[in-house]
């Protein structure tokens, strides 16, 4: 009787293993099986060798068509001092544009670094930015050293690749050579509250326009911005800022003509100082941007100089009120395609001389005409990497003249990421 | 004297109140982050669930919401690449670096599928630590919370066991749940679905579900009518049950392939405040199962 317990048990107790077993089989199974069908364990996000530590990098390559009334060779802004940077329309016909190389990557716990240099279709190469920010400042505080993009204005700080029309808009050709990248410092704080407030100071060499790169010790060159920004619902973020910068080129000197046709070179020593005025506010059902969404942008440019003009060599006392300004709005009306308009003028303003220069002897900075431009652009991106876009521009930066442009022009995007800036 | 030292108690009792400010990324991470940190927790989100987490901007209310941050809770694996990073260099916030503990990326708690053999623009918009979506799996969000809670009780260990409690109540919570939602879910097991973009894959991978089709061409390519043509060819051959759209995808491409395919669009939540009914994580799992579930049969 006992046995027969005992073998009923044990028989029990082994199918019941038995059983076990099998379940435990099965469970394996499956969580093999699950395993399987996820992925690997997490490799390192990068190859562990020696090049794990490099840098993002980026290229961007950048080319134009244009079909243009007037010679880009001739370009100026009538009124306006020539700045000695980039600023003409691109090459008739086809060319290349800048191609920019951008390599970042945070440097230590404290330091991020940055390059962007830019290989011209002259074959120049340029340094754009390189800088260094720090990252653990912390209070809200960024400090910023090296060449880099000021951060004045709305478009300013925005890559060339990065705008909406081919081109600067015209304040930013006449005021500042198309864009202020000095070298210098920057210290920006962000305040410690909801609504976004910004404010930060730069000091640099002055190196270009309106600075005139001179040879001394100090800053030549100053600014002071600062920002607010925020939410409308979930549909709308905007930002709207004031700026203030100074200047004090020594002899800041361009060549050109007098009415006769003789050359004439003209040089200002003084103090150029300028506020802007930049507002942005971009619209997207929900904030979802992929389908539809609006862009409106606009900035006020108002400009100072005071000191003195070399006429040929001989000085006067020179002072100049100057304003400026761009409006512009770009829809994405459907997935990848953008449409956007453009308005912006110049105001020649109060020119004064001194010795009484007239337009006879200085035809550029002594005129009552106001420059213009109507630009129109459509552009189309088969994905964020890449873009075409055509724009028709009617130009009238030079007095009397009106240059028609077409311009069909490409910007693809190679190699890490690119930041979604507002 | 007496008002004073009043007045110095009060400062300090609010000091000592002052919650952990969370800045999420995405609205799945800042319910996660409301479910562990409770009132002890001051949670902002980013982005909406109608917002595509790809396509977000850096926009001055975030950076200013950065700049006040203890944590930032993110999904990593270059889901945010255009836009936690400006986050972090502009706001001036030492905390929420990368590497500091102030910076979490769920995507670190877990693995993650769909791990690109090569990694090429060529085949879209790819991420080269995998598929990022990874929330719409409840182990993954059941992994998260569990190294969450742990992030938080030590950024802030007056809370700590706070925290750890919380965490242990919602997991108990919310592995019973995922033990029913398993078993709603068994009709859908092997049904076929079109997706719009690979933000669904977990889910999927999750149910047994098969993907019959997405309307992207390629990840983060906008659907295309040649791509949606050559489509309704393929799917001829083998019919799926169902096109599944999140809420943020644009409904046309999906309705386009729907009237021809002749199946119907299934709207999902994708994430917390998808749709009406997704107001947590819970009700997020529940409403995308039961959508599924009314166009199994």
């Known amino acids: 009787m006992h046995r027969k317990l005992l073998c009923a048990v044990a028989i029990a107790m082994a199918a019941d293993a038995a059983l076990a077993q099998e379940s435990e089989l099965e469970q394996l199974k499956r969580r093999v099986e699950e395993l399987e069908k996820r992925a690997p364990a997490p490799a390192p996000a990068r190859g562990a060798g020696t090049n794990a530590f490099n840098p993002d990098i980026s290229v961007i390559l950048q080319g134009t068509a244009a079909r243009l009334s007037q010679d880009p060779s001739d370009y100026q802004i009538t009124g306006f001092a020539p700045t000695g940077s980039e600023g003409a329309p691109p090459r008739r016909g086809f060319s290349l544009g800048e191609s920019e190389l951008v390599i970042t990557s945070n440097i230590d716990p404290y330091f991020r670094g940055q390059l962007v240099a830019a290989l011209t279709p002259d074959n120049a190469l340029e340094v754009e930015e390189a800088f260094f920010q720090t990252l653990a400042l912390g209070k809200g505080l960024t400090l910023k050293g090296g060449r880099f993009l000021s951060s004045i204005g709305y478009q300013n700080p925005i890559h060339q690749h990065a705008w909406d029309f081919q081109d600067a808009p015209l304040p930013y050709k006449a005021f500042l050579g198309g864009r202020l990248n000095d070298d210098g410092v920057q210290l920006k704080w962000i305040a410690p509250a909801d609504l976004f407030v910004e404010l930060g100071a730069e000091a640099g060499r002055g190196r270009t326009f309106p600075g005139s790169d001179p040879n001394r010790n100090g800053a030549g060159l100053w600014t002071l911005f600062g920002h607010v920004g925020g939410d409308i619902g979930d549909s709308t973020a905007w930002r709207a800022g004031v700026s203030y910068l100074r200047a004090s080129p020594t002899d800041r000197a361009f060549d050109d003509f007098d009415a006769a046709g003789n050359p004439v070179t003209q040089g200002f020593s003084g103090r150029s100082s300028m506020w802007i005025a930049d507002f942005i506010a971009k619209w997207a059902p929900n904030g979802n941007a992929s389908v539809t969404n609006l862009k409106l942008q606009g900035e006020y440019f108002r400009r100072t100089e005071d000191g003195t003009l070399s006429y040929n060599g001989a000085p006067g006392d020179y002072s100049s009120r100057q304003s400026g300004w761009y409006a512009q709005t770009v829809y994405q009306f459907m997935p990848r395609w953008r449409a956007g308009y453009r308005y912006d003028r110049l105001s020649h303003g109060s020119v004064s001389s001194g010795v009484g220069l007239t337009a006879a002897e200085s035809p550029l900075l002594f005129t009552d005409y106001n420059p213009s431009r109507n630009t129109l652009m459509v552009d189309w991106s088969l994905s964020e990497f890449s873009r075409f876009r055509l724009q028709l521009a009617a130009d009238k930066s030079r007095a009397g003249v009106t240059d028609n442009q077409v311009l069909l022009q490409y910007i693809l995007s190679l190699g890490a990421h690119g930041a979604h800036t507002f | ?297």
């Open chain 2, 1 to 297: 004297m007496r008002l004073l030292l009043a007045l110095v108690l009060a400062v300090a009792a609010l000091q000592s109140q002052a919650a952990l400010n969370i800045l999420a990324c995405e609205p799945e991470w800042g319910a996660l982050a409301k479910e562990l940190g409770g009132d002890k927790a001051n949670v902002y989100v980013a982005t909406t669930a109608l917002q595509d987490p790809h396509r977000v901007e850096a926009r001055p209310s975030l950076i200013a919401r950065a700049r006040n941050a203890d944590l930032m809770v993110c999904t990593g694996a270059q889901l945010e690449i255009g836009w936690a990073p400006l986050l972090q260099t502009q706001s001036g916030n030492a905390k929420i670096q990368v590497g500091q503990p102030g910076y979490f990326e769920a995507s670190s708690a877990v693995s993650l599928i769909e791990k690109p053999g090569t990694v090429d623009r060529s085949l879209g918009d790819v991420h080269p630590q995998g598929n990022p979506h990874m929330h719409l799996d409840p182990r993954n969000i059941a992994t998260v919370a569990g190294a969450l809670a742990e992030r938080m009780a030590s950024l802030d260990a007056s809370q700590a066991a706070y925290y750890r409690g919380r965490a242990q109540e919602f997991l108990a919570r919310w592995k019973e749940a995922a033990a029913r939602w398993e078993k709603q879910a068994a009709p859908l097991k092997g049904m076929p679905v079109v997706v719009y973009h690979k933000d669904l894959s977990y889910l999927l991978n999750w149910l047994g579900m098969r993907e019959a089709g997405a309307l992207e061409p390629k990840p983060g390519i906008p659907p295309s009518t040649a791509h949606l043509t050559e489509l309704v060819e393929t799917l001829k051959r083998s019919p799926p049950k169902a096109v599944i759209r999140s809420a943020y995808n644009d409904p046309r491409p999906a309705e386009w392939l729907a009237e021809r395919a002749k199946v119907p669009v299934v709207l999902v939540p994708y994430t917390v405040g998808g749709t009406d009914r997704a107001k947590d994580l819970f009700g997020l799992y529940e409403d995308t199962i039961s959508r599924l579930l009314a166009v199994a049969s």
